[in-house]
């Protein structure tokens, strides 16, 4: 949800100005409730036992489609996970298939055959790749990836669902975790995820 409000950019709706409607974190929760939202809203709630939360997730939700046998694509009544055991149970699953299941999600966060995070909207030009650094100072070194994890692991429930909730609107005055502010948390993790570019700057030469 912080970077969903630090990189939205979805200024009109119809032509009509959206002024502080985070659009694009507003339209993906609502578009399929089987699917789509926060991956807490389908159980998954804390790291310990992620993976396999989610696998349970994925297999409860109906399917848009599969693929049969000749590799048509074709309609099916029942959930991702039915068609999956199908598969097994004919010894026929393979990777693919299972790749097909996992792009039917559409969580803020997915996995693929890469880690997808999905809330930032296109930034203006000539600032495409600004999310993909922000992610990389936060998770691609140890260090930093630590320090943001000890942070957020101090937040309860409470605070992780109003911090979605509060992804709807654009207004960095609204209260956060431990008493900050919504802007005063951007303003935190962007200094971690700029410390965490500035370590692998060093360690590459770049």
């Not at 993906?28 to 396999?52: A, F, Q, Y």
């Not at 309860?156 to 209260?175: I, P, V």
Request: with cysteine; glycine share 6%.
């Amino acid at each position: 949800p912080i970077a969903s409000i630090l990189f939205a950019n979805s200024p009109f709706w119809k032509g009509i100005p959206s002024g502080k409607e985070n659009l694009r974190y507003k339209i993906w929760n609502s578009t399929d409730n089987s699917r789509c939202g926060n991956l807490m809203d389908h159980g998954v709630m804390e790291p310990k036992g992620l993976i396999n939360k989610y696998a349970q997730f994925i297999q409860s939700v109906p399917a848009i489609f599969i693929e049969d046998e000749n590799g048509n694509i074709i309609s099916y009544k029942n959930t991702l996970g039915s068609w999956l055991k199908e598969l097994f149970n004919q010894d026929r699953l393979t990777d693919e298939q299972i790749q097909l299941v996992l792009h039917q999600i559409f969580t803020h966060v997915r996995f693929k055959n890469v880690l997808e995070i999905r809330g930032c909207d296109r930034p203006s030009s000539g600032f495409e790749f600004a999310p993909a650094a922000f992610w990389v100072g936060l998770l691609l070194e140890d260090e930093t990836q630590n320090d943001i994890f000890d942070i957020v692991k101090t937040w309860t429930l409470e605070d992780r669902k109003n911090l979605n909730f509060s992804a709807y609107k654009l207004d960095l005055t609204q209260d956060g975790p431990n008493n900050k502010s919504i802007g005063e948390w951007i303003n935190i993790i962007c200094e971690l995820s700029l410390n965490g570019l500035n370590k692998r700057s060093n360690k590459y030469n770049i």
